[in-house]
């Protein structure tokens, strides 16, 4: 007598996310998102040396205060 299965197999690999912003490998999981510490260093210096930013309003730049925050 011969069983039938209906669940499907995936044999697939599982991935661990999305792909290594740097370089687009799939990433591992001691350094994730990245792929390596290399990848993981690259992001890092990008940051420290101002290359990415993240955008602010004007007066705040200017260190004006619009009196519309309690301290």
């Known amino acids: 007598m011969t069983t039938r299965d209906d669940t499907p197999k995936d044999d697939a690999p599982k991935t661990a996310g999305p792909a290594c912003p740097i370089c687009g490998k ?21 940051w420290l040396s ?7 309003r004007e007066e705040d730049a200017l260190g004006q205060d619009d009196g519309s925050r309690e301290e």
């Not at 101002?50 to 602010?56: C, M, N």
Request: net charge positive.
């Open 26 to 46: 799939p990433p591992a999981p001691a350094y994730a998102p990245f792929c390596s510490k290399r990848c993981a260093d690259v992001d890092l210096q990008r």
């Open 50 to 56: 101002g290359r990415y930013a993240i955008p602010g």
